[in-house]
């Protein structure tokens, strides 16, 4: 069955706002899908590739976490671990839902009339989306704590306390992602019919979770810039001391640089979705519930910036791969491991250096 002889996904559930459908018509662009960025193949590619790398990135953590003695690394580590395993996750749930549908082409509110389907994607869609944005931020505040404080306790974190920030993080994200479940806001079904997403319409649930999902998300990015510029600006400045000029801590510089990157790269990917979410509910507001249908043009650009979401997903793992000394090393063989923190500061006594 062609995109053409496609149901429309909408069924006579089109302008319910009560259900999970009609707010995108779905008639609009059928005959140009195949060409466009709705392309089957777009989500299919980037599926497979994203499922690759996160798969081989988790394998090398694996394998680089039984060979540390180091908790400051160890423990970043597991945030980089429980980061690849929530990028893996999302892709692997989202893909089993809208790659199918693409294939298939079944009319999605005869599949799934009472909109559980398209709640459990909308979910994951947040879930998922929300994660990596909270995590990279605690990996930032995790890293300024320990590189501006690096001998107080309070900053030493395990290998289960890290785990159970995750777990904490995972659980946030969670709670946020039924709040439309639970009555606030609504998961509708979005344009090329394929995926779920929060509704981006003037209803004042919608626009509180909408607010909420993308002002959360600027804030974890902000936090993360804050925290990694401060953490940066620390290292320069030991590095530039006279009395330490050859006294580097490779760890904590490969740690910055895989945080960074992945920093860059969630704001290059995120930002632009975030703000245009915030755009188009404020900008919608004047209109008093009275739009019951996203503009096609809207629609669009929506699953444009989904895109790019999506490449977040892909390329943090390749920062973590990439961005190894171990790689960095056969790429310039003059790189040498030097002294950790400790060697960053004044003659300890032998006493405070067991103690630490």
């Known amino acids: 069955m062609g995109w053409g002889d496609m149901e429309s996904p909408n069924g006579s559930a089109t302008g319910r706002l009560d259900t999970c459908f009609g707010v995108f018509n779905a008639s609009d662009g059928?005959?140009?899908?195949?060409?466009?960025?709705?392309?089957?193949?777009?989500?299919?590619?980037?599926?497979?590739?994203?499922?690759?790398?996160?798969?081989?990135?988790?394998?090398?953590?694996?394998?680089?976490?039984?060979?540390?003695?180091?908790?400051?690394?160890?423990?970043?580590?597991?945030?980089?671990?429980?980061?690849v395993v929530t990028d893996f996750m999302g892709l692997l749930v989202t893909a089993s839902v809208i790659i199918p549908y693409h294939f298939i082409k079944f009319a999605w509110a005869k599949v799934d009339p009472g909109c559980h389907l398209c709640n459990f994607l909308g979910f994951s869609m947040v879930f998922f989306g929300q994660c990596p944005l909270l995590l990279g931020a605690t990996m930032a505040g995790e890293r300024f704590f320990g590189i501006n404080h690096p001998f107080s306790r309070s900053t030493?974190?395990?290998?289960?306390?890290?785990?159970?920030?995750?777990?904490?993080?995972?659980?946030?994200?969670?709670?946020?992602?039924?709040?439309?479940?639970?009555?606030?806001?609504?998961?509708?079904?979005?344009?090329?019919?394929?995926?779920?997403?929060?509704?981006l319409l003037p209803d004042t649930g919608d626009v509180i979770f909408c607010l909420l999902f993308a002002l959360l998300g600027i804030f974890s990015v902000l936090l993360s810039f804050i925290f990694n510029t401060v953490s940066v600006v620390t290292l320069c400045r030991v590095y530039h001391d006279r009395e330490s000029v050859q006294r580097r801590r490779d760890s904590e510089v490969e740690m910055m640089v895989q945080l960074v990157?992945?920093?860059?790269?969630?704001?290059?990917?995120?930002?632009?979705?975030?703000?245009?979410?915030?755009?188009?509910?404020?900008?919608?507001?004047?209109?008093?519930?009275?739009?019951?249908?996203?503009?096609?043009?809207?629609?669009?650009?929506?699953?444009?910036?989904?895109?790019?979401v999506t490449w977040n997903q892909i390329l943090d793992p390749w920062v973590y791969i990439l961005f190894r000394r171990t790689v960095l090393q056969r790429v310039y063989p003059s790189l040498r491991p030097r002294p950790s923190i400790l060697s960053l500061y004044p003659v300890l006594t032998p006493s405070l250096r067991r103690k630490l």
Request: net charge positive.
């Open 156 to 199: 030493s974190i395990s290998k289960r306390r890290a785990w159970s920030i995750v777990g904490m993080v995972w659980g946030f994200s969670c709670l946020l992602g039924l709040l439309p479940v639970l009555g606030l806001g609504r998961y509708t079904l979005q344009y090329p019919g394929s995926w779920c997403f929060l509704t």
């Open 261 to 308: 990157g992945i920093m860059i790269i969630a704001t290059i990917c995120w930002m632009p979705l975030l703000i245009f979410i915030i755009q188009t509910v404020l900008q919608q507001l004047p209109a008093s519930g009275q739009i019951q249908m996203l503009p096609t043009e809207t629609q669009k650009m929506l699953l444009i910036y989904i895109r790019m």
């Open 30 to 83: 059928r005959h140009n899908a195949q060409n466009s960025i709705a392309s089957p193949w777009f989500s299919t590619a980037f599926g497979l590739i994203g499922l690759c790398s996160n798969l081989f990135a988790l394998c090398v953590l694996l394998s680089s976490s039984r060979k540390l003695s180091s908790r400051a690394r160890s423990s970043f580590l597991v945030f980089l671990c429980g980061l």
